[in-house]
């Protein structure tokens, strides 16, 4: 994490210089404080005292990051979080990523005041952990979590991954691609994992032949179909990684005329309630039913805010087959 003592080492100046030019500018020369705004341009430095600005008083507000709007999980669990927040006298303030940006989203959300931040749009390795550690306010992590230890609320992403393996494996299938987005998601790494290890423990390879990693939106997703019906060997089954990307996956099949599972499985992950619908009905692996991470998640969060004092916790929710209408022996 970059520190006023990295700002002063690139500026050429003391500690305390940079100190003045974040509250008091106007007690420092022209020169030294162009030096300073320069400095911390280049480092990307986020002084405490704006992020300290965000707890001055409270507010009755919270900010959530979400994934993807496209994606139903998030829609789910959003309204759960609105809707339970104002049950509990507070306004959510409700920011989207796209694709996997959620700098700008955050830099939205720091200039706000709100009493707590509750999201599920981070990297494994995120620059902004550091940032939401200084806040000093509560925050909490749902579905997606960071490398470091913090409050989270997950599913087992990879025992989620292996089951959906296992499941297509004991149908023969043998010819799987994974489809997913970015690594540097938890999410789609534990998922990714799960499906990386089951198939090495039964003897087949794994590479970017059967790997598919891209942007989830839905055209992407079925330009990678569209490829993948293309070559010579099609695969026999498609590991979706989401229950979104599994959806996408039936549309583009549909509308070229091939049937599922008779021609080619698809299997999601997530459960989400759209995947339960009598015309999808798609098989999926997910948590018990009842479980909704963004209610355990926004319980949780005001709860802290309240008692004023953050607990520690992680949760990691167990996962299990939906076995429905999408999957075939072979």
């Not at 292996?162 to 023969?172: G, P, V």
């Given at each position: 994490?970059?520190?006023?003592?990295d700002v002063a080492k690139l500026a050429g100046v003391s500690q305390s210089t940079v100190s003045r030019v974040l509250n008091n500018p106007e007690s420092v020369g022209e020169a030294k404080h162009e030096k300073v705004i320069k400095a911390m341009k280049e480092l990307n430095y986020r002084p405490n005292a704006i992020a300290r600005s965000l707890v001055k008083k409270q507010t009755k507000s919270i900010a959530l990051i979400s994934g993807p709007i496209h994606n139903p999980f998030f829609a789910e669990t959003t309204t759960y979080i609105v809707n339970y927040s104002k049950q509990r006298g507070?306004?959510?303030?409700?920011?989207?990523?796209?694709?996997?940006?959620?700098?700008s989203v955050f830099?939205?959300?720091?200039?706000?005041?709100?009493?707590g931040i509750i999201l599920s749009s981070i990297l494994m390795d995120d620059y902004i952990y550091d940032d939401l550690k200084n806040l000093n306010i509560p925050f909490v992590m749902f579905n997606r979590k960071h490398n470091e230890p913090g409050n989270f609320f997950e599913m087992?992403?990879?025992?989620?991954?292996?089951?959906?393996?296992?499941?297509?494996?004991?149908?023969?299938?043998?010819?799987?691609?994974?489809?997913?987005?970015?690594?540097?998601?938890?999410?789609?790494?534990?998922?990714?994992?799960?499906f990386?290890?089951?198939?090495?423990?039964?003897?087949?390879?794994?590479?970017?032949?059967?790997?598919?990693?891209?942007?989830?939106?839905?055209?992407?997703?079925?330009?990678?179909?569209?490829?993948?019906?293309?070559?010579?060997?099609?695969?026999?089954?498609?590991?979706a990684a989401t229950d979104s990307i599994a959806i996408y996956v039936l549309d583009y099949l549909l509308e070229?005329?091939?049937n599922v599972p008779e021609?080619?499985?698809?299997?999601?992950?997530?459960?989400?309630?759209?995947?339960?619908?009598?015309?999808?009905?798609?098989?999926?692996?997910?948590?018990?039913?009842g479980i909704?991470?963004?209610?355990?998640?926004?319980?949780?969060?005001?709860?802290?805010?309240?008692?004023?004092?953050q607990h520690l916790t992680q949760k990691t929710y167990p996962t299990k087959l939906y076995n429905r209408s999408t999957t075939r022996a072979i």
């Open positions: 994490m970059v520190s006023s003592k507070y306004n959510t303030n409700v920011h989207f990523e796209v694709f996997g940006d959620n700098t830099n939205d959300v720091i200039e706000m005041q709100v009493d087992d992403n990879l025992l989620a991954g292996q089951q959906a393996t296992e499941h297509l494996l004991d149908l023969n299938h043998k010819d799987i691609v994974w489809i997913g987005g970015p690594l540097n998601m938890s999410t789609f790494y534990g998922r990714y994992e799960g990386r290890k089951t198939m090495e423990e039964q003897g087949l390879p794994v590479s970017d032949h059967n790997t598919k990693i891209t942007d989830t939106s839905e055209n992407e997703i079925h330009n990678v179909v569209r490829d993948l019906l293309a070559e010579r060997n099609r695969p026999t089954a498609i590991f070229k005329g091939y021609d080619i499985s698809v299997i999601g992950i997530d459960n989400t309630k759209l995947s339960q619908h009598h015309s999808i009905e798609l098989t999926t692996v997910g948590m018990d039913q909704n991470l963004g209610q355990v998640a926004i319980e949780q969060l005001i709860n802290d805010i309240e008692s004023k004092n």
